[in-house]
Antibody, heavy 117, light 110 residues
Framework: EVQLVESGGGLVQPGGSLRLSCSDS????????VHWVRQSPGKGLVWVSI????????RYADSVKGRFSISRDNAKNTLYLQMNSLRVEDSAVYYC??????????WGKGTTVTVSS | QSALTQPRSVSGSPGQSVTFSCTGT?????????VSWYQQHPGKAPQLMIY???KRPSGVPNRFSGSKSGSTASLTISGLQAEDEADYYC??????????FGGGTKLTVL
């Protein structure tokens, strides 16, 4: 079964850092671009970042540019999201999502990040 | 990177048809045929329902269909069923590997 599993969420103070991970199973991880998408409590989906299959191309939403960094280790079938200078408004469920040629076809269950003092 | 515009809520009775709109600009919805739709039930991860404006993934009922006119995309559900009650989000490619979602529409089945 194709699936993605996120981890690394938790409670962090404003200004702090956190690294999320996403591991896959059931498909050739390196062959796909992968997104991070977040959803604040009671709010809608917001696109955060994307990385190419080989890790050479990365893009970010304006709201996280300069603070978040996406990367991947294809040898470990793992995707990362390093989040620095965290703000209260970064609190959300973060989903790791596979891109199947310009659409998001496989979603993880998400990991929750809470930024609060 | 402004969010696409979706109505906040839509409702319909079982068996009826409902249509969700998703309005963007020539830089996103109007500029590319890469609009997708996602269904999200409470407490669950989103699920792909439509991609490339009109295509349905395997396993999605043919009651779900998509279309686009100019900078507005639409999702139509025909033969509404109780289990269709959920939030629906549109998403569009905007060029240079950047993506944008709509704010979401809550569907209530009366």
């Amino acid at each position: 079964e194709v699936q993605l599993v996120e981890s690394g969420g938790g409670l962090v103070q404003p200004g702090g850092s956190l690294r999320l991970s996403c591991s896959d199973s059931g498909f050739t991880f390196s062959g796909y671009w992968v997104h991070w998408v977040r959803q604040s409590p009671g709010k809608g989906l917001v696109w955060v970042s994307i990385i190419s299959g080989d890790g050479t191309v990365t893009r970010y939403a304006d709201s996280v540019k300069g603070r978040f960094s996406i990367s991947r280790d294809n040898a470990k079938n793992t995707l990362y999201l390093q989040m620095n200078s965290l703000r209260v408004e970064d609190s959300a469920v973060y989903y790791c999502v596979r891109d199947a040629s310009m659409h998001m076809d496989v979603w993880g269950k998400g990991t929750t990040v809470t930024v609060s003092s | 990177q402004s969010a696409l515009t979706q109505p906040r809520s839509v409702s319909g009775s079982p068996g009826q048809s409902v249509t969700f709109s998703c309005t963007g600009t020539s830089s996103d919805v109007g500029g590319y045929n890469y609009v997708s739709w996602y269904q999200q039930h409470p407490g669950k991860a989103p699920q792909l329902m439509i991609y490339d404006v009109t295509k349905r993934p395997s396993g999605v009922p043919n009651r779900f269909s998509g279309s686009k006119s100019g900078s507005t995309a639409s999702l139509t559900i025909s033969g509404l069923q109780a289990e269709d009650e959920a939030d629906y989000y549109c998403c569009s490619f905007t060029g240079t590997d950047i993506w944008v979602f709509g704010g979401g529409t809550k569907l209530t089945v009366l």
